[in-house]
């Protein structure tokens, strides 16, 4: 079957830096997204990732490893404002998004 | 704001009455899609339409029925639903079905069953 496995909540202080990780097994690979979402509001687009590498857009950069199944994303001088939940999702060979569940990341002054 | 409207926004229902969500994107995309989104659990999706046509149904029971009348509008009518479908259902459009194609995303229903 296809799974895709990310924490379930994380912790970390404004200002610090967190990586939140994300292990995947599909039926194909046609590239992996990152989506921030925040409570009660819609899911927006963060990164994508289809060769192995990293990929930086500001304070957010995600890392991608397909021999291994493995990407993470990073966030860097963080704000109170990234509270949110981060949602890994793969494309398969259909062309399909396979979510996780996200991980719900709570940020501390 | 995404672009993808989602309409209404909350929703409360009886287990014998039928009603319907509205989605509506003006972003030119020509594929479209429900997904539900229970707690704690990944986003589940339901239907695809693509160019108005529907492309996948992922064993979603028939109390929940879509309709695609245009590439634009994307409808979920509900009836005789469950109190486990209680869920935030979430509408998302993208130009197509290829790879590197970001999905945007409505703000979604919570829809509540009693």
């Known amino acids: 079957g296809q799974n895709i496995d990310q924490p379930t909540e994380m912790t970390a202080t404004e200002g610090a830096i967190v990586q939140i990780n994300c292990t995947y097994q599909?039926?194909?690979?046609?590239?992996l997204f990152w989506y921030q979402q925040h409570a009660g509001e819609a899911p927006t687009f963060l990164s994508y990732n289809v060769l192995d590498g990293l990929e930086e857009k500001g304070r957010f950069s995600s890392f991608l490893s397909r021999s291994k199944g493995y990407s993470y994303l990073l966030l860097k001088e963080l704000q109170m404002k990234d509270s949110a939940s981060y949602l890994c999702?793969?494309?398969?060979?259909?062309?399909?998004?396979?979510w996780g569940a996200g991980t719900k990341l709570i940020i501390k002054p | 704001e995404t672009g993808v409207t989602q309409t209404p926004r909350h929703l409360v229902m009886g287990m014998t009455n039928k009603k319907s969500l509205k989605c509506e994107q003006h972003l030119g995309h020509n594929a479209m899609y429900w997904y539900k989104q229970s707690a704690k659990k990944p986003l589940e999706l339901m239907f695809v339409?693509?160019?108005?046509?529907?492309?996948e149904n992922n064993s979603v029971p028939s109390r929940f029925s879509p309709e695609c009348p245009n590439s634009s509008h994307l409808f979920l009518h509900l009836h005789t639903l469950q109190p486990e479908d209680s869920a935030l259902y979430l509408c998302?459009?993208?130009?197509?079905?290829?790879?590197?194609?970001?999905?945007?995303f409505g703000q979604g229903t919570r829809l509540t069953v009693v």
């Open positions: 599909t039926s194909g690979f046609n590239g």
């Open positions: 998302a459009s993208s130009q197509d079905l290829a790879e590197n194609t970001e999905a945007f």
């Open positions: 999702a793969v494309m398969d060979s259909n062309y399909q998004l396979i």
């Open positions: 339409y693509n160019f108005k046509e529907q492309t």
